[in-house]
């Protein structure tokens, strides 16, 4: 019966690169967003990434380990982990939109870190110059979901198939 164990998790490494690819680009557009649009994360949007950072890696090696026909147990535990990581970031999401819309209070350091210049000539000024942004404002609001909003959107939708691969037999 292992074998026939190992066949079928194979069947997951195209799904399991899939969903590691869909977390990369969610992080990937907070961050162009960062650096090229030029919006400044707050606290709450930084704690949001977390999950994408940890979830990524572990999804690789859950593909890693489904493709090479690794024990079916190993990359069911790492999918289950990368879904529940995915349920983590939803429930961030919902915390943070819930404190854009003032429906409760937010954490009382909510400020970025500012980045900025490396050269310490420049570092007060960059300081001076940047305000961080506040957890209870949304920078931008699409089909009236901020940030925050469809990181929710994207975490449900990236944790279903994690979820649904960690169970299936």
């Known amino acids: 019966m292992p074998r026939l164990n190992a066949a079928i998790d194979r069947s997951r490494a195209l799904p399991l690169l899939a969903i590691a690819i869909g977390m ?26 977390l999950p994408y950072y940890i979830g990524i890696p572990v999804m690789l090696l859950a593909a890693l380990s489904a493709r090479l026909g690794g024990p079916a147990l190993l990359t069911r ?42 050269d310490a000539g420049n570092l007060l000024s960059d300081l001076n110059a940047k305000k961080p942004p506040s957890c209870t404002e949304a920078a931008l609001r699409v089909l009236g979901l901020s940030f925050a909003g469809w990181n929710v959107v994207a975490s449900v939708i990236l944790a279903a198939p994690s979820l649904r691969i960690s169970y299936s037999r």
């Open 24 to 49: 990369t680009l969610v992080v990937g557009t907070a961050l162009g967003f960062e650096y090229i649009g030029g919006y400044i994360p707050c606290a709450l949007c930084l704690k949001q990434r």
């Open 77 to 118: 535990t790492l999918a289950l982990a990368g879904g529940l990581l995915m349920v983590y970031g939803a429930c961030l999401g919902i915390y943070h939109a819930g404190v854009e819309w003032a429906w409760w209070e937010g954490p009382a350091d909510c400020s970025a870190a500012i980045g900025g210049s490396i």
